[in-house]
């Protein structure tokens, strides 16, 4: 039978293309989380394979902005893409990422994000590798902030949810301008991804979510969402603090937002994680060697149209550069590309770097060097300063962060 890839025209589709993904997590969508999904995932953003009329595969999209060195650009956030184990290696994957991007396209976002669950698999479709992530996991009783950190100041709250709801956009937003990686939330997506703290969905051993709020002179300036989970080990109880998001307007809210986390009474030890790895925190605790620092993979990148793409980003120097771009999923990008004043256009110059374009989405927040991608064999210098001239148009002064997986 002919396997058909199409959008979804109900949630009753979209229920069935999410369980598609879900099948490898024990997870079963009912009604009500099916509507809820739709509320932050429109029901024509997920594509589903067909076997006749039985769906056994999805790929969605959600639609939101991500901040990109400039500011915030629409992006494509793709998420649960999955084919049931029934149907593997009958090439569903690729026709429904064809249909993906093709959509994405023709609808005029830039390029596309992703959290990959299997890193192996996306390079193929075109996406870079454009950050890592830092895991912390740090003993109470090493949590002390470094020698002469400025005396406290401002006092911290916890609230409920109706507040946090107001709060947390605000100030969550004034990050997000300036930090590359973060992407929009809508008031939807606060209250059905971030805020809501249904019991049955939390991980195991966890409490209740606890929402921070740090304020000076009333004014709330950062915040921490978090739980606190209790164990049985040995016949002692351990409890381990889990910083879901900690977030400061300025360099003395995030010191006091976390002066506050690592000094929470009668836990064992603080967790966090997907932290950028250029975070205050390595340089405010006063023994870095034991925050047990683990690296991860971040964001995946794929520019969807490397014109459109190139021209939405800001630059650091006025230096012309002319990357020649292979990109065998979207033909349509291949060829060279000159980028000068801020806009890059079709060109019939000799190229200055040649490389693949998941080299090119590695590249675009700010995460990695050509230099060191050229090191990794994955872009060749074809003129003289070609990498450096690049290097110096495409230096951020921060690391890519995304605080949350999509």
């Given at each position: 039978?002919?396997?058909?890839v199409r959008?979804?025209r109900s ?7 999410a ?6 997590f024990?997870?079963v ?7 809820r999904?739709s509320?932050v995932?429109?029901v ?8 006749g ?5 999805g790929?969605?999209?959600f ?11 629409s ?7 999955g084919?049931?184990p029934t ?5 569903l994957?690729s026709?429904?990422m ?9 609808r005029g976002?830039?390029?596309a ?12 479709f ?5 950050s ?7 003993p109470?009783?090493w949590?002390?902030l ?10 911290v709250?916890?609230?409920e949810s109706d507040e946090a ?7 969550y937003?004034?990050v997000?301008?300036?930090t590359?990686?973060?992407?929009s ?19 195991p051993g966890s409490?209740?979510l ?12 950062g915040?921490a969402l978090?739980r606190?989970?209790?164990?049985e080990e ?8 889990r910083?879901?998001?900690a ?6 809210a ?10 929470v009474?009668?836990t064992d030890?603080?967790?966090?994680f997907?932290?950028?790895?250029d975070h205050?925190l390595?340089?405010l ?12 993979t971040g964001l995946?990148?794929r520019?969807?149209d ?13 230096s ?6 292979r990109d065998?999923?979207c033909?349509?990008?291949?060829g060279?590309?000159?980028l ?6 079709r ?10 374009v998941q080299?090119?989405g590695a ?5 990695f060097s ?5 090191r990794?064999g ?7 300063g ?10 951020s002064?921060?690391a ?7």
């Amino acid at each position: 039978m002919a396997y058909r890839v199409r959008p979804c025209r109900s949630l009753d589709e979209l229920g069935q293309a999410a369980s598609a993904i879900g099948h490898y997590f024990g997870w079963v969508p009912t009604g009500e989380e099916v509507e809820r999904f739709s509320q932050v995932l429109p029901v024509e953003r997920m594509h589903a394979a067909f076997d006749g009329k039985e769906i056994v595969g999805g790929a969605g999209v959600f639609p939101f902005e991500m901040t990109i060195p400039g500011g915030p650009v629409s992006c494509a956030g793709v998420t649960v893409v999955g084919v049931l184990p029934t149907h593997r290696r009958r090439g569903l994957l690729s026709r429904m990422m064809r249909a993906q991007i093709d959509d994405i396209h023709e609808r005029g976002e830039p390029f596309a994000a992703l959290w990959a669950s299997e890193p192996t698999i996306y390079g193929r479709f075109g996406y870079g590798h454009a950050s890592l992530t830092h895991e912390i996991r740090l003993p109470r009783i090493w949590a002390a902030l470094r020698a002469g950190t400025p005396a406290r100041s401002g006092q911290v709250r916890l609230v409920e949810s109706d507040e946090a709801q107001k709060v947390l956009p605000r100030l969550y937003d004034r990050v997000r301008k300036e930090t590359p990686g973060f992407l929009s939330r809508s008031k939807a997506w606060w209250e059905l991804r971030r805020l809501r703290d249904d019991p049955s969905r939390r991980p195991p051993g966890s409490g209740p979510l606890n929402r921070a709020v740090f304020e000076i002179d009333g004014r709330p300036a950062g915040y921490a969402l978090y739980r606190i989970a209790q164990s049985e080990e040995d016949g002692h109880w351990k409890r381990n603090l889990r910083v879901v998001e900690a977030l400061g307007v300025d360099t003395r809210a995030t010191l006091e937002i976390w002066r506050f986390l690592l000094e929470v009474d009668w836990t064992d030890d603080i967790q966090a994680f997907l932290l950028p790895t250029d975070h205050s925190l390595m340089h405010l605790v006063a023994r870095v060697d034991r925050l047990d620092l683990r690296v991860g993979t971040g964001l995946w990148v794929r520019p969807v149209d490397v014109g459109a793409t190139l021209s939405a980003r800001r630059y650091r120097s006025d230096s012309r550069i002319t990357f020649e771009i292979r990109d065998s999923f979207c033909t349509w990008n291949e060829g060279a590309w000159t980028l000068a004043d801020g806009v890059a256009k079709r060109s019939s110059r000799r190229p200055d770097l040649r490389l693949d374009v998941q080299a090119l989405g590695a590249a675009y927040l700010g995460g990695f060097s050509f230099a060191e991608l050229s090191r990794a064999g994955l872009v060749e210098e074809a003129s003289r300063g070609g990498l450096a001239r690049a290097d110096a148009l495409f230096r951020s002064d921060r690391a890519p962060w995304c605080p949350e997986i999509f």
